[in-house]
Antibody, heavy 123, light 107 residues
Framework: VQLVESGGGVVQPGRSLRLSCTAS????????MHWVRQAPGKGLEWVAL????????HYADSLKGRFTISRDNSKNTLYLQMNSLRAEDTAVYYCARRSRSCFPLCYYYMDVWGKGTAVTVTS | DIQMTQSPSSLSASVGDRVTITCRASQSISGYLNWYQQKPGKPPKLLMY???NLQGGVPSRFSGGGSGTDFALTISSLQPEDFATYFC?????????FGQGTKLEIK
């Protein structure tokens, strides 16, 4: 079971970047997926969530309109399109799998994480 | 949006100590609370879900409890590998949110 992020790098303010997260070892199409980021020396910030079939998306309020989550289940890949990047978007971006346990209410958690991809926004 | 507040922000302890980290939600989240451990340069690792359920492979010295707005993570006897940063996270509703983290350091 593995998630591997890619697509990070150094980008100028105002530019765009698309991150990818490729899954292996599990049935990707059966799971909701998250993006979470962590600015240097800071805590974890939830970014976005996408449903298993891609019909349902949720975003952090501060990112709505600039970031778009998507997925291609035929490629076992999750994406994060980031537009109009700002210095404060500088962070390591992680993708994480959402799993659940039901007894009988269902509880959700992030049980598999990638190693992250670093994004630096600087002029 | 639900705000998560952890205390303390940092904690110094010795091997063998019992430590407790608390997490408070700005509104009731029932038992929708997860705990993660993160070591420098590594991704977070799930420790506990639904407030008190140990993730597979996590040592039994870790325990969790609480419901509503107040939660706690306890390590019964600290081991050298437990020195790390711990985060709580609510999964009650979106936008999901994390606590600011508690850095557990060696005394």
């Amino acid at each position: 079971v593995q998630l591997v992020e890619s697509g990070g790098g150094v980008v100028q303010p105002g530019r765009s970047l698309r991150l990818s997260c490729t899954a292996s070892g599990f049935t990707f199409r059966n799971f909701f997926m998250h993006w979470v980021r962590q600015a240097p020396g800071k805590g974890l910030e939830w970014v976005a969530l996408m449903s298993d079939e891609g019909s349902d998306k949720h975003y952090a309020d501060s990112l709505k309109g600039r970031f778009t989550i998507s997925r291609d289940n035929s490629k076992n890949t999750l994406y994060l399109q980031m537009n109009s990047l700002r210095a404060e978007d500088t962070a390591v971006y992680y993708c994480a799998r959402r799993s659940r346990s039901c007894f009988p209410l269902c509880y959700y958690y992030m049980d598999v994480w990638g190693k992250g991809t670093a994004v630096t926004v600087t002029s | 949006d639900i705000q998560m507040t952890q205390s303390p922000s940092s904690l110094s302890a010795s091997v063998g100590d019992r430590v407790t980290i608390t997490c408070r939600a700005s509104q009731s989240i029932s038992g929708y609370l997860n705990w993660y451990q993160q070591k420098p340069g590594k991704p977070p690792k799930l420790l506990m879900y639904a407030a008190s359920n140990l993730q597979g492979g996590v040592p039994s010295r870790f325990s969790g409890g609480g419901s509503g707005t107040d939660f706690a993570l306890t390590i019964s006897s600290l081991q050298p590998e437990d020195f790390a940063t711990y985060f709580c996270q609510q999964s009650y509703n979106v936008p999901y949110s994390f606590g600011q983290g508690t850095k557990l350091e060696i005394k």
